[in-house]
């Protein structure tokens, strides 16, 4: 059973910072890919960030790659989204998703993603 709780977002001026946090409280991360994704409104849904939790691999998006940074505590069994020098363009609402089965090259693809989050929102006010 995945269930996947998102926190950490908020209200912050532009050039803040933000962490976002996922867990899984029906277990662990152990063999998922855990990807962070974001929605604003009238928008597509955006992939921005995945990390392969066994293999530890970071992957990101071109838009926030050097702002943001995807990171796990294996020990809280805690997924990050550590959000730098924000933008108001960043802002959106935020999705932890999770699967055990994707291949590298889907991690940014959220269809192939089987579990998500109710998502946090984040603010970037200018």
């Known amino acids: 059973q995945v269930q996947l709780v998102e926190s950490g977002g908020g209200t912050v001026q532009a050039g803040g910072s933000l962490r976002l946090s996922c867990t899984n409280s029906?277990?662990?991360?152990?063999?998922?890919?855990v990807g962070w994704f974001r929605q604003a409104p009238g928008k597509e849904r955006e992939f921005v960030a995945a990390?392969?939790?066994?293999?530890?691999?970071?992957y990101h998006a071109d838009s926030v790659k050097g702002r943001f940074t995807v990171s796990k505590d294996s020990a809280k069994k805690m997924v990050y989204l550590q959000m730098n020098g924000l933008k108001p363009e960043d802002t959106a609402v935020y999705y932890c998703?999770?699967?055990?089965?994707?291949?590298?090259?889907?991690?940014?693809?959220?269809?192939?993603?089987?579990?998500w989050g109710q998502g946090t929102q984040v603010t970037v006010s200018s």
């Open positions: 998703a999770a699967d055990r089965s994707l291949i590298l090259s889907s991690y940014h693809i959220g269809a192939q993603y089987d579990w």
């Open positions: 029906g277990g662990s991360f152990s063999g998922y890919w």
């Open positions: 990390i392969r939790w066994n293999a530890g691999h970071a």
